[in-house]
């Protein structure tokens, strides 16, 4: 792997990361007022068929970057029903 593809790997992480404190905002505050979930829907959709993509092509660190991304898309999709949810009961 070249210089590039380590650069983009660990960019990819580090917003991975970034998008986990939208989700501990959410834990912490219990609410999702004034929260939009779908940039968070796409991101996920998108790291599904990156990771896929990656898998086909046996390329790892695009893998390893996108499973990161999908964990984190995730957390805050999680995150956000549950208290969609519960804030409706």
């Not at 070249?2 to 960019?11: F, H, K, N, T």
């Not at 992480?13 to 939009?36: C, D």
């Not at 695009?62 to 964990?71: F, G, K, T």
Request: hydrophobic share 60%.
């Amino acid at each position: 792997m070249d210089a590039v593809g380590i650069v983009a790997m660990l960019m990819e992480i580090i917003w991975a990361f970034a998008m986990l404190t939208q989700t501990m905002k959410i834990l912490k505050m219990k609410s999702t007022k004034a929260f939009s979930v779908t940039p968070y829907m796409v991101g996920l959709v998108v790291a599904v068929f990156w990771a896929t993509y990656g898998m086909r092509l046996a390329n790892w660190p695009i893998v390893v970057a996108h499973i990161a991304l999908i964990s984190s898309s995730a957390s805050v999709v999680l995150a956000y029903y549950h208290h969609e949810f519960r804030r409706k009961k």
